[in-house]
């Protein structure tokens, strides 16, 4: 301080005011000098505390059980249902019963998810969970309700365990275990016992109380009816868990796939993938990224709105009121408690139901193993000697294993095989040089001929005072032939025997024996020698002529009796220009009668087994195309 300078007032304590007068009263009552009561200690006793305790609470109760929103539409989207389990446990038998029960259909192959309705206002989708960790990772993400299917003749194992880890860091969903191979237990105090003790190891995995459903075997391959409907019910009434991350973020499992790319673009270009499915949890936009699981994240394109293929019955219902135009009819109150055909929608793309499939190129008609009889099974085809099977079973394999079609594979073959080393070649022409493709007379039934012999006779009879007599008998000769012709007409062992060709060439015994044959209108141009002596008249009278009655014809030119001499006439093939020595002889007769019975056997089957025989060939080769077809078809991801 410089010498001079004004000295400076000294602090003076208030004597007045409002801090003077605080400190005057605490003075007078004494009270101690502290810190901020408030802040170290409560105040204001037992009731304050209570209020400020009770305050504290209710709002951390509060935070806890906020409403959460649904972010689901009006119409929710299908509700995700998780069939998972080790292998062999039963997962595709319990989707199958499942199936049955809800859409009354039969799921012949199951690839990929199955959307069904379950309810009037609900539909599931129901997915059988593979074996990878990676698909239980990414089902656990979307799963509503899982099935956990546990093969009670083993016991738990590892994949169940895995499983419900998985789930448990995933946000839980609800779980319903599944006990199945209960028919394994034969005594039901043992059976009692494996079920208790399943249960309490169940409740320890989960929570005390866990559902556990009971399948105590298989009917028509499939669980029992009663069985799967109380699990079906159980299923029905699940409430969709709302899950906080899943709420927030949009997902689609895709039930159908399509690469959109040019099929012309190289396999490493960037490629444009059409994805089809429910969209689950919040909104979905353009432009938004998504990730495909085991395959990166990308940007959506466009997003396209299609029409529901599996709708609810209630939106179906009201769908068509609108479309009636009867707004204002209110739905009953008990209007769809019981499902109508119409109503039971399955969208299973890629899996077989019931047994017509139907792709965008191409319907498939399904034929179960045990209706294809004459189709090879994999494992007989191996097994089997073919030569041990029946001779038409033989046939029509031998047609099945054929590259092309019946039509096709006889075009262009001039000769038919008929037995053993029999060769016939077809006729180009017939006797009289017309083509053999021109419509050939067939013979009349005998019944016929003899009516059109009796009016010819009465004809005769009325036309007899009118008609010179010269006239009469030429016409009764020119009928009489014309009969005899009509009568005969072509045979199957004519065809194959050249019958006719050989009598107008040899014209011995054979014309005799046959009148019919006199025209020499052959229908076939083989050249045929007689096998014996034509003047072998015992034979001769043997010899079956084409008037016998049907039930004595021989197909296939096994004529008459095989230990007659003179029977048939055998072609002349390729080499065999030889003179008919006694021992060629014997050797013919010998051969002969295998031939007849071969013949007998096919004249045992009669017309009607032959085309019979025909007709399964027709439908077993369509069978054996279409069981082709469907293995190729493989539309949906695993
Ligand atoms: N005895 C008996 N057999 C059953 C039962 N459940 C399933 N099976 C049979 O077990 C076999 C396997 O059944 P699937 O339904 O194919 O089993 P999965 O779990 O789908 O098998 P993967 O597809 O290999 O994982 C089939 O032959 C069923 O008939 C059951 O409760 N009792």
């Known amino acids: 301080m410089e010498s001079g300078d004004k000295p400076k007032k000294a602090h003076r304590k208030r004597a007045a005011g409002t801090k003077a007068k605080k400190k005057k009263d605490k003075k ?61 446990v039963g997962k595709t038998t319990l989707v199958h019963s499942l199936v049955k029960h809800y859409a009354k259909q039969r799921l012949i192959q199951m690839r990929g998810p199955v959307t069904l309705v379950s309810g009037r206002h609900r539909r599931l989708t129901i997915i059988e969970c593979p074996q ?18 546990v093969d009670a003749s083993y016991g738990f194992e590892l994949e169940t ?115 089809y499915g429910y969209v689950y949890g919040g909104r979905l936009r353009e432009g938004f990224e998504v990730h495909l699981p085991g395959v990166g994240d990308f940007n959506i394109s466009s997003i396209k709105r299609l029409p529901d293929p599996c709708p609810p019955p209630m939106e179906t219902e009201a769908e068509r009121r609108r479309a009636n135009k009867k707004t204002d009819e209110k739905p009953k109150k008990n209007a769809l408690r019981t499902l109508a055909e119409r109503h039971r929608i399955v969208y299973a793309p890629g899996s077989d139901i019931g047994s017509i499939t139907v792709d965008s190129e191409a319907m498939y008609i399904y034929v179960p193993d045990q209706q294809a009889g004459f189709t090879p099974k994999d494992e007989q085809s191996a097994e089997k000697d073919p030569e041990k099977l029946p001779e038409a079973v033989r046939l029509v394999r031998a047609l099945q294993t054929s590259e092309a079609a019946l039509d096709k594979a006889s075009e262009g073959r001039a000769k038919l095989r008929l037995i053993g080393d029999t060769e016939v070649r077809m006729d180009q022409t ?28 009465s004809g005769d009879e009325e036309g007899e005072e009118e008609c010179p007599e010269e006239d009469v008998e030429q016409d009764e000769e020119m009928l009489e032939r014309a009969q005899q012709r009509f009568a005969r007409g072509p045979r199957l062992e004519d065809l194959v025997y050249g019958r006719d060709r050989l009598q107008e060439q040899h014209g011995g015994s054979a014309s005799s024996k046959d009148p019919g044959t006199q ?120």
């Open 161 to 275: 365990f895995e499983f419900i880890n998985i789930l448990q860091v995933h946000g839980f969903p609800r779980v319903i275990g599944v006990l199945t191979h209960l028919d394994a237990f034969r005594e039901n105090k043992q059976l009692r016992k494996v079920k208790k003790s399943m249960k309490h190891r169940f409740w320890t995995e989960l929570y005390d109380g866990a559902k556990l459903f009971h399948l105590s075997g298989l009917q028509y391959g499939r669980y029992h009816r009663v069985e799967i409907q109380n699990l079906a019910r159980f299923i029905a009434v699940q409430k969709v868990p709302l899950l906080s991350w899943r709420q927030s973020h949009p997902y689609i499992p895709a039930l159908r796939w399509e690469d959109k790319t040019d099929p012309t673009s190289s396999e490493t270009a960037p490629r444009r993938l059409d994805l």
């Open 430 to 457: 017939d006797a009289s040089g017309k083509a053999e493709d021109q419509p050939q007379r067939r013979p009349a039934p005998e019944g016929n001929a003899l009516d059109a012999k009796q009016e010819d006779a």
């Open 519 to 638: 025209g020499g209108h052959g229908p076939t141009d083989h050249a045929t020698v007689p096998l014996f002596d034509e003047d072998d008249e015992e034979g001769a009278e043997d010899a079956p002529t084409s008037r016998q009655p049907e039930s004595q014809r021989r197909l296939l030119g096994n004529v008459g009796d095989s230990n007659a001499l003179d029977t048939a006439r055998m072609p002349v093939l390729p080499g065999q220009e030889k003179p008919w020595s006694e021992e060629r002889k014997e050797e013919l007769k010998a051969q002969q009668a295998v031939l007849q019975n071969a013949g007998d056997e096919y004249s045992r089957a009669g017309t009607k087994s032959q085309v019979k025989v025909l007709v399964a060939v027709t439908v077993a080769t369509v069978v054996k195309y279409v069981a082709r077809d469907i293995s190729i078809i493989a539309i949906m991801p695993g």
């Open 132 to 149: 990878e960790m990676s698909a239980m990772l990414d089902l656990a993400k979307i799963a509503d309700l899982v099935l956990l299917l």
């Open 28 to 88: 007078q009552v004494g009270k101690a000098d502290k810190h901020n009561p408030k802040a170290h200690t409560f105040s204001g006793g037992t009731r304050s505390v209570q209020k400020r305790v009770q305050y504290t609470l209710e709002r951390q109760a509060k935070k806890d059980k906020a409403h959460k929103v649904d972010k689901n539409p009006e119409v929710p989207p299908p509700f995700v249902v998780v069939v998972q389990g080790p292998p062999g």
